[in-house]
């Protein structure tokens, strides 16, 4: 675990450039310090498993399905998350939940679901806390991707 602290003018691209480097040096997600010296607020970054990859139980279905001259069936991609896509500011999402412009309306939305918030690589980090912040303390599990 290590501490992260980086100015809010810092785009989502640099401070993602950052956790990936990081990541590779062999740190795990970060805990966030945000505010000033005096009043530091802290957090964990999310990290979750990416849930893309199908199960062996589901691999070896399909290989079944196949054998027997059918269509395998996976899961889709992206299946069982909420996707929600922060635009300047403002939570777009299906379907929408109310006060899509507060990111602690939203994260009352969607408690306790798998949310993918995407977010612009030129956006700025003071844009993108507060939402991570809200999300993560509410949902099961949250990724932040960019776009």
């Known amino acids: ?4 602290r980086v100015a809010s003018s810092v785009t989502f691209d640099d401070f993602e450039r950052v956790l990936y480097t990081a990541s590779r040096a062999g740190y795990g997600a970060p805990q966030m310090l945000l505010g000033e010296d005096g009043a530091l607020a802290r957090f964990d970054w999310p990290h979750a498993p990416s849930g893309e990859a199908p199960t062996e139980d589901e691999i070896r279905a399909a290989i079944e399905a196949v ?12 299946a069982g998350w909420t996707h929600v896509r922060l635009e300047s500011r403002r939570a777009e999402m299906t379907p929408p939940c109310d006060g899509l412009d507060d990111p602690a309306t939203v994260a009352r939305c969607v408690r306790g679901l ?13 844009d993108v806390m507060p939402w991570v912040q809200h999300l993560s303390a509410t949902v099961a599990s949250l990724r932040v991707v960019s776009r």
Do not use: H
Request: no cysteine.
């Open 1 to 4: 675990v290590y501490d992260l």
């Open 67 to 78: 054998g027997r001259s059918e269509e395998p069936s996976l899961p889709a991609p992206g």
């Open 114 to 126: 798998r949310v993918s918030l995407s977010v612009e690589r030129v956006a700025l980090l003071s």
